[in-house]
């Protein structure tokens, strides 16, 4: 089952400004939420809040109902999946070690470690022999695939997933989108995605937050977004990334 | 990993054996200072006693009066040969300690005893050529006055003593048209090619007897006593009075003459101060002792042995306590420069000062040298440690955190593989450091490669130095390599390789 995630009046602040104004947000269950805006708008500090890396400093987090506080904070890291922009891999791990870390200290049986890393390799497209590999020897994409498994690992409920194609060359970018996007609704998981990128929130999101200055300026659909603008700054925004739109990323490479 | 542990310690338990003392009553230890007729009036001590059937050894060439002082206090030795001056001038120079008696009672304040003179003086003096002297009639200090044109050639420490030169000078009224500061050691050869006529020497030189000099009288009574004495423990009398009354038969036996041969011996004709010694008694005495004479290959095994327990030892410890304080430094910021500061401060305290420090608290021998060593390695460990983990990328620790990784196991299965390599450069730098710096061990009697460096500088000996010298070069490099072989061994793959893009 797929968890929902509300953010009730949270608020977050670094020396007294604010990073998030006092937030209301509620994720739906198996969709893909995708947080947009510009950078400083306060998307990574909601996500990074959501596992508990930033602890709110008003409001409450509530994963699948309950709230986010220390008790509750290993259980809901382990039912949540992360990825970020560069990986995060650890070095002195190879491919598979990255991965099944977590299910190995959990006390996963080898034989079903084995059985997982083989699913996810074939899910996220990694070539099998690229699993005995270490980050340093990776492409940037085989990176995020890695990383992708890792997070999919425990088959978590809820996958997080920070500017994952942020670091990419525009090839290896479409690429590894259209088999993110594949993953996603092939799992029909809580999926939250950041990104600064119209034509990729376009691309992976049922629904879009876009955030300004710490706030939400309007939770919608991409069409809602484009017909039914709350603020001149939807219009702008979009406007500014028109270009991109026209020929989104993921389609260049057909 | 426990397994290597305990082979490690099963290591150091063997290499322990080898310097262990048993502990048979009665017994007594005998100290001596790192010069040559400290060292062997500590030989005659400890062969009287031996053949007074008492296990007597000899913890020889200890680093210094307040080393020597130290122990006797504490009990680490029963006795040692001392010097009626050191005692007024330097053990007890707060005191004004004029005669005998109130000497002696000083000393008993403090639980120890002094015997009466062994026969001889070792203060400061007047020489010069026996030849020369008997030429113009000099016998004592104050004929030099009449003989103002002779060339003095003095020691530089004693021209700048204020009770060195300048206190003889206005006391005698000397009034030399030339006086230079030369080496003591080039002294006696500036005096045979007679370019100096006139040196200042220790009345019992070794050189005194080889280059035929005249000890010129000191009439006036400038110098202040250096009598040959022994010290000891008022306990002894209940303990061992066998052994006291058998060290007692030195009083007044050995005079000035027979000291300086004793000293030609060891210095000019290398003979081992054990055998001289018992050469001495056996004449003196008709004693008749043992004399042990190592060979050179089982003096090199038991030294390695003694200079690995120090190192191993101290080292285990301090990286048990380093890596810790570090761990501890990198995950509480708030901490991390009081305890940097602590371990750097440390670090610059004399190893001499933490040496005579430890001796009431630790007594001589290993204990407080691989104490003092444990010190001196916290640093590299604790800093590097820190360093390691603390330079470990934001991105990597939250990308443990974020897997549900609770804080020990991010620790365990993260960040110390992450930080391994510059915690382990940090156990080498200090395993190295320490190689070099158990040499001082020898000081307190701890062995080590330290004890033929020791005694090569006392006899001038460049062979014996040399012996101490390589074998703890040889084992700087090993220690070096053996890490570079640990590297392969602890740091993970991934971290080895070279990046690819």
Known sequence: MPASIEFRAVAKFYDRAPALRPTNLTIAAGKTTVLLGPSGCGKSTLLRLLVGLLKADQGQVLFDGRELNEASLLDVRRRTGYVIQDGGLFPHLNARSNASLMARYLGWPPRRVAERIAELADLVRLPNERLDAFPSQLSGGQRQRVSLMRALMLDPEVLLLDEPLGALDPIIRADLQIDLRRVCRSLAKTVVLVTHDLAEARYFGDQIVLLRDGGIVQQDTFEGLLHRPREPFVEQFIQAQRGGLEAPVAEQGR | ?501
């Open chain 2, 1 to 501: 990993m426990r397994t290597r542990l305990l082979t490690l310690l099963a290591v150091l338990a063997l290499a322990r054996t080898g310097v262990a003392r048993g502990d048979d009553p009665p017994r007594i230890a005998v100290g001596s200072k790192k010069f040559t007729e400290s060292v062997i009036l500590g030989e005659l001590l400890t062969l009287l006693a031996r053949d007074a059937g008492v296990d007597a050894v000899h913890r020889r060439e200890l680093g210094g009066t307040q080393i020597l002082w130290k122990a006797l206090l504490a009990g680490e030795i029963d006795v040692y040969p001392e010097y009626t001056g050191t005692l007024r001038e330097e053990i007890l120079s707060g005191e004004r300690l004029p005669t005998e008696e109130s000497l002696r009672a000083a000393l008993a304040e403090r639980g120890v005893a002094m015997s009466a003179s062994l026969g001889f003086d070792d203060t400061y003096a007047l020489g010069m050529l026996e030849d020369v002297a008997a030429r113009l009639g000099i016998e004592s200090i104050s004929d030099l006055s009449e003989h103002p044109d002779l060339a003095l050639g003095l020691s530089h420490e004693f021209m700048d003593r204020e009770d060195g030169w300048p206190g003889l000078r206005r006391r005698y009224g000397l009034r030399p048209t030339a006086v230079q500061g030369v080496d003591h050691d080039l002294a006696y050869r500036g005096l045979a090619n007679e370019a100096i006529a006139v040196t200042d020497l220790y009345s019992t030189d070794a050189e005194i007897e080889q280059y035929r000099i005249r000890v010129l009288t000191d009439d006036l009574h400038y110098f202040p006593a250096y009598q040959a004495v022994f010290l000891y423990r008022d306990d002894l009398r209940q303990r061992a009075p066998a052994a006291l009354t058998a060290l007692r038969r030195h009083e007044g036996a050995i005079s000035q003459k027979e000291m300086i041969e004793l000293n030609a011996a060891a210095k000019l004709k290398r003979i081992n101060e054990q055998r001289i010694a018992a050469n001495f008694l056996h004449a003196k005495l008709g004693l008749i002792a043992d004399v042990s004479e190592e060979t050179f290959a089982t003096r090199l095994s038991l030294r390695t042995r003694e200079h690995l327990y120090l190192v191993a030892v101290s080292l285990f410890f301090a990286v048990s306590l380093a890596v810790p304080l570090g761990i501890f430094a990198a995950r509480w910021p708030a901490f991390a420069q009081p305890i940097l500061a602590i371990v750097g401060l440390i670090q610059t305290i004399p190893s001499l000062a933490i040496l005579v420090f430890m001796i009431p608290l630790l007594g001589l021998g290993a204990k407080p040298a691989i104490v003092a060593l444990f010190l001196y390695s916290l640093l590299p460990i604790v800093r590097n440690t820190y360093v390691g983990l603390h330079d470990i990328p934001l991105s990597l620790r939250e990308s443990a955190e974020a897997l549900g990784l609770p804080s020990f196991a991010r620790l365990r299965l993260v960040e110390l593989p992450l930080a391994s390599r510059a915690i382990l450069a940090g156990v080498k730098t200090a395993a190295v450091i320490n190689v070099g710096t158990a040499t001082l061990g020898a000081l307190i009697g701890a062995g080590g490669f330290g004890q033929p460096i020791l005694t090569g500088i006392r006899l001038d000996d460049v062979g014996l130095i040399l012996e101490g010298a390589v074998p703890a070069a040889l084992l700087a490099i090993c220690t070096q390599g053996v890490f570079e072989l640990a590297e392969r061994w602890l740091v993970p793959k991934g971290l080895r390789l070279k990046r690819s893009t």
